[in-house]
């Protein structure tokens, strides 16, 4: 079974405010995002990677790595959401016999076989998830061709999504897909588990 990937990209001055402390904030939302969107492209089961994003800067590096970009159609209310549903939008018209799946771009650490594994596990559902590390967020939305979805990320994500039919896939708390990082801490565990090349370089360089 062929799967198309959105990753909605902020890219804004704000960008993962609770790392505020680290200097490098803003380069660390970046190679969050690229070591993401390379981890899915490198997934064998990923047929396209469409990125939603209004960053100028950091499209061309992320289309460099072979996604596909969707500029973002800005709204003034629940704008995560939104350029979310523009990405699923823009997969599902191009690529209409695919799967979905809805990833955050917060995921360095993440690994293509794992993706794999996630996908093959949501391939029984017509409508999944993947919690994050916590539990109470999700990292991973996942919905069968032609089966209707809305995305609700944001706090408590993981209940509007289980309420609204998504099946929770059991993925340890430990693997990468579930590894999104917010907070220095978060950083910490997804280093443990192993981070993609991007964020790697640029910790690297600031320890050295």
């Known amino acids: 079974m062929s799967w198309v990937a959105v990753v909605p990209v902020k890219g804004n001055p704000g960008a993962k405010s609770r790392l505020a402390d680290l ?3 803003a380069a660390l939302a970046d190679a969050f995002a690229l070591d993401t969107v390379a981890a899915l492209v490198a997934a064998s089961t ?8 209004g960053d100028e800067r950091l499209a061309p590096l992320l289309a460099h790595l072979g996604a596909v970009i969707v500029r973002e159609k800005r709204t003034p209310v629940d704008s995560l959401n939104s350029a979310i549903e523009q990405g699923v939008a823009a997969a599902r018209q191009a690529c209409p016999a695919a799967n ?10 993440l690994l293509g076989s794992e993706v794999e594994s996630a996908l093959a596990l949501g391939a029984v559902h017509p409508r999944s998830m993947v919690p994050d590390a916590g539990g109470a967020g999700t990292t991973t939305l996942l919905a069968l061709a032609g089966v209707p ?8 994500s993981r209940r509007a999504h289980e309420a609204a039919g998504h099946v929770p896939l059991n993925i340890p708390p430990s693997a990468s897909i579930r590894r999104d990082v ?14 993609g090349r991007f964020t790697r370089a640029l910790v690297e360089g600031a320890d050295a």
Not at 46 to 53: A, D, G, I, N, Q
Not at 149 to 156: D, K, M, Q
């Open 23 to 25: 200097p490098e904030r």
């Open 46 to 53: 990923v047929e396209r990677v469409f990125v939603v994003t």
């Open 100 to 109: 979905v799946a809805v990833l955050t771009g917060d995921l360095p650490a």
């Open 149 to 156: 979805f809305v995305p609700r990320f944001g706090p408590g």
């Open 182 to 195: 917010d907070t220095p801490a978060d950083l910490d565990a997804a280093r443990a588990r192993g981070l």
